[in-house]
Nanobody, 127 residues
Framework: QVQLLQVGGGSVQAGDSLRISCEPS????????VGWFRQAPGLKRQRVAS????????DLADSVQGRFTVSRDSAKNTVYLQMDRLAPEDTAVYYC????????????????????WGQGTLVTVSS
């Protein structure tokens, strides 16, 4: 079965950068859109970013615009979340999610739109 494997995360200081990657564990398919979500203690899971199968359509939540970048490397079948100028309020468990699609430009915004989820990776940002 298809699984999403996440790599990255860790503990950093405010102002530092991190990159998290997400890729299918098997070469089952490569036509998938991806969403990034995060969940902090005491808060509900929120969407951070979305990217289309083709990579040209992207959307970032207001809270991370100007600091985070979502991208994908089709050759590696991998999606990345680059996090710059991290702040303590970014501390959370970050999850990637994927949905198979045959539309290269469509974006998905809702938690329930996605069929596959990564294991999550913790990002801790200290003052």
């Amino acid at each position: 079965q298809v699984q999403l494997l996440q790599v990255g995360g860790g503990s950093v200081q405010a102002g530092d950068s991190l990159r998290i990657s997400c890729e299918p564990s098997e070469h089952t398919f490569d036509n998938f859109a991806v969403g990034w979500f995060r969940q902090a203690p005491g808060l509900k899971r929120q969407r951070v970013a979305s990217i289309s199968w083709g990579g040209n359509a992207k959307d970032l939540a207001d809270s991370v615009q100007g600091r985070f970048t979502v991208s994908r490397d089709s050759a590696k079948n991998t999606v990345y979340l680059q996090m710059d100028r991290l702040a303590p309020e970014d501390t959370a468990v970050y999850y990637c999610a994927a949905r198979q699609t045959y539309d290269r430009g469509v974006l998905y915004y809702l938690h329930d739109d996605y069929n596959y989820w990564g294991q999550g990776t913790l990002v801790t940002v200290s003052s």
